[in-house]
């Protein structure tokens, strides 16, 4: 034992020296991590002061928000540190009454030392992680309270004259401060032709002329032909097409606008306030070329059988106009307001701009309502004309509705806003309204082009999937399974990019949604119940939205990956039923927490309700649970034919509460799921069983019975239901009452097989044996009388 310790101390002292220096190296640049943090904690925090400007506020923001990240960074690598020293410190034991041997005692003040050091970044980490949090939530709130002060400013009505007379006071100073830039712009245009670099404006303009329109249009019609006669035949060449079509048409247009800028700045035309102007009209009209192509590759006007959206030609014909209105409002709206902010025109001539944008943009989004609502009208109309009398109520898309709806009540605001003289409210909408349209668009064409390009290339058919189930053995299911998985995974993360991109029109980012999130789940007290309205309609909120995911979730388990497995429908019917059930208590739970409802108490309730549950649920309880044991155990299967008392069809659905039976009549018999489990049943397909035939009849004594033979040996080998192997098997049964009895036996491929190829045997043994000049009669039934034995039935005394 002895000498154990001793081995033992002489380890801790040969490691105390490098351990020491370790934790100080580590600590060391702790320290230097974190004073290098709170000097730039300190840099922002004065920036911030100094600028209102809400650029400037979303870079402060973000360097804040890095701050935060660094702290915690340094928090977590220091937490272990400290948990290392204060287990050296647990094995030198509590300090001795008694001095101590020296190196003992050095030891132990060294580990206090470190235990100090780490102990206090610790401490100062976490300090410094409140205090960027809290800068940031304040350059955040500073953000939003300038956005809705900017966004809820308010002026004269346009109906009333105040308005009209501030622009028409404000009119000459205007008119004069943009012909002083257009005499600018003119001066330093002149110069640039007479000097020595003009020829490079007519090269940026050769060049975008070039890219805007034989360049572009060489490019689509190459990809054209190149999906029609080159690729692959499957779903992935048409939105592949479509996605060339939308790259093709941005990229040209953006590089159009850039060469014809760099041109004009190569070349000198452009002055200081000119060349700010020329910029946002390079970034308004890549945009606009954006909402063009997007537009254009999902309408597809001269290709209506690869459109992806579902709409017909009349349609499409009269909705691609609206996209080039749509790229035009962006460049107005660039003209109009970036260019009175860069002229430096008056209040309200920028007022009046941002009025006009406003009423160009709800023309524009009136104009596309108006033309689905006369597309919908004939539709309906056509539907009615050729029903022939039957006016029944043509089928709506809820959702379709629903947003068509919300866009009229979004431009009826805009106008009342514009009236009320809350333009740039308006405008806000506009944008926004404009911008939410655009995104969904381009989502829905991305969001089905990962799925057919990911699907088609990941799978087992082909040609990458072919090279790894050859090269690296994986089986085909699993690659349609890799396949699935990661579209599925590519789409949420495009949907999360979505959301952040239309956050960006409110003066957010992903950074603040994940920030509001995260304090939103901190915030749920479990085991305190605050009921409020907004925590009902935040409960509300999260169960429809849990669903709504579940829901989702369900349909592609069984519509994508599912079917890509090796499952068979029972199974995947299982794992659909599982899930969804699972998802819907789960969602509840979610609910019921963010109701403020903790667990402990919902287990109070189920506890305080499960004596009802128990006497008053019986039958529902033992049918739930036997569903469950019937989904997981499963004897019975979606596909069997089963036979319960004098009932026999085809499982069709199995549930937690019951499972429906097609029956021969196309009825549907619904037995609860306690019946399947405690009552004996015939389930005939269970094990993939082969069916039987039995045949018997019988032919008059004398017939050859060998010639009977081979012509039924005959029939079976003939009939392709017939299984080779098990091998029919014919016998004589009996000789008697002057017939002989013959029963035979076939095999068939299942069960369901076995009536239909009886009765076409039957149907041949007649023809055959008829031509054979075979007689068929039917067995004799043997009637057997035995007397009973004296004195039973005889009365007594007889």
């Not at 809350?422 to 668009?441: D, E, K």
């Not at 090279?467 to 949907?495: E, K, M, N, Y």
């Not at 949604?513 to 939103?520: G, H, L």
Request: hydrophobic share 55%.
């Amino acid at each position: 034992m002895a000498m154990r310790l001793l081995f033992v101390l002489l380890m801790m002292l040969s490691f105390a020296g490098p351990l020491a220096a370790q934790v100080t190296v580590r600590t060391d640049a702790a320290e230097a991590s974190l004073v290098a943090a709170t000097t730039e904690l300190k840099e922002i925090d004065a920036a911030f002061d100094a600028s209102a400007s809400a650029e400037v506020q979303a870079t402060l923001r973000d360097r804040a928000s890095a701050v935060k990240a660094r702290a915690d960074e340094a928090v977590t690598q220091l937490t272990p540190e400290l948990a290392l020293v204060d287990a050296r410190i647990a094995e030198l034991g509590p300090k001795p009454s008694t001095a101590e041997a020296a190196d003992i005692a050095a030891q132990r003040r060294s580990l206090a030392a470190s235990h100090a050091a780490i102990d206090g970044a610790i401490k100062r980490g976490r300090l410094l992680s409140v205090e960027a949090a809290q800068l940031t939530d304040e350059i955040a709130g500073a953000r939003a309270e300038q956005f809705g002060e900017r966004v809820s400013a308010r002026v004269a009505s346009p109906l009333s004259p105040a308005l009209w007379a501030s622009i028409w006071r404000d009119l000459p100073r205007d008119m004069r401060r943009v012909m002083r830039f257009v005499d600018e712009t003119g001066a330093t245009f002149g110069r640039a032709m007479r000097g020595r670099n003009a020829w490079m404006m007519l090269v940026g303009l050769v060049l975008a002329v070039a890219i805007a329109f034989p360049v572009r249009l060489w490019l689509r019609r190459a990809g054209r032909r190149y999906a029609i006669t080159s690729a692959p035949g499957s779903r992935a060449r048409r939105t592949g097409l479509a996605l060339w079509f939308l790259l093709v048409g941005t990229l040209a247009n953006a590089l159009a606008a850039a060469a014809l800028v760099l041109g004009l700045r190569w070349a000198g035309a452009l002055g200081p306030r000119t060349d700010q102007l020329a910029t946002a009209l390079q970034v308004g009209g890549s945009v606009a070329g954006f909402i063009i192509a997007l537009c254009g590759c999902l309408l597809l006007r001269r290709q209506p059988s690869w459109r992806l959206l579902p709409i017909g030609d009349d349609a499409a014909q009269a909705l691609r106009p609206w996209g080039w209105g749509a790229g035009l409002i962006i460049v107005l709206d660039t003209i109009l307001n970036g260019g009175s902010r860069i002229i430096g025109l008056s209040t309200s001539a920028r007022v009046a701009g941002e009025g006009v944008t406003a009423l160009a943009y709800a023309a524009v989004i009136g104009g596309v309502l108006v033309t689905i609502a006369r597309l919908r009208a004939a539709r309906d109309a056509e539907r009615v004309a050729n029903s022939k009398g039957d006016v029944a109520e043509p089928p709506r898309r809820a959702a379709l509705t629903l947003v068509l709806l919300a866009a009229w009540s979004v431009v009826a605001v805009a106008l009342v806003a514009i009236l009320a003289g809350y333009v740039p409210f308006a405008l806000f909408l506009m944008r926004q309204t404009l911008w939410i349209s655009v995104v969904s668009g381009a989502v829905t064409l991305l969001l089905a082009g990962i799925d057919d390009i990911v699907t088609t290339l990941l799978s087992s058919g082909s040609r990458l999937g072919r090279a790894a189930q050859a090269g690296v053995g994986v089986r085909g299911q699993t690659i349609d399974q890799i396949g699935v998985l990661l579209s599925a995974l590519l789409r949420l993360a495009l949907i999360v990019l979505a959301i952040a991109a239309v956050a960006v029109g409110f003066q957010s980012d992903l950074l603040s949604m994940v920030d509001q999130v995260r304090d939103a789940a901190a915030g749920i007290t479990v085991g305190q119940v605050t009921i409020a309205p907004g925590a009902i309609l935040r409960s509300l909120v999260v169960l429809l939205l849990a669903l709504t995911a579940m829901r989702a979730l369900g349909r592609w388990l069984e519509t994508k990956y599912l079917p890509a497995t090796a499952l068979d429908a029972g199974a995947r019917n299982s794992v659909a039923t599982v899930v969804r059930y699972a998802g819907i208590l789960l969602a509840v739970l979610w609910s019921l927490a963010s109701l403020g409802i903790g667990m402990e108490r919902i287990a109070l309730v189920l506890s305080a309700l499960s004596v009802g549950i128990g006497f008053g649920l019986q039958a529902i309880t033992q049918n739930f649970v036997s569903g469950l044991i019937l989904l997981a155990e499963r004897p019975v299967k979606i596909g069997d034919l089963v036979r319960i008392g004098d009932q026999e069809g085809d499982v069709r659905k199995i549930s937690v509460r019951a499972t429906e039976i097609q029956i021969a009549d196309r009825s549907t018999l619904i037995v609860p799921n306690s019946e399947l489990i405690t009552k004996t049943i015939r389930n005939m397909t269970l094990a993939d069983p082969i069916g039987r035939m039995q045949i018997d009849f019988a032919v008059p004594v004398g017939t050859d019975a060998k010639a009977v033979r081979d012509i039924l040996s005959a029939i079976y080998e003939d009939n392709p239901a017939v299984l080779d192997e098990p091998a029919p098997l014919i016998f004589i049964d009996s000789l008697a009452g002057g017939q002989v009895t013959f029963k035979s036996f076939a095999y068939v491929s299942g069960p369901r097989a076995a009536y239909p190829a009886r009765s076409a045997v039957l149907f041949e043994m007649i023809d055959r044996f008829a031509q054979a000049a075979i007689h068929l009669e039917t067995p004799a039934q043997e009637v057997r009388l035995t007397r009973a034995p004296a004195g039973k039935d005889e009365p007594a005394g007889g």
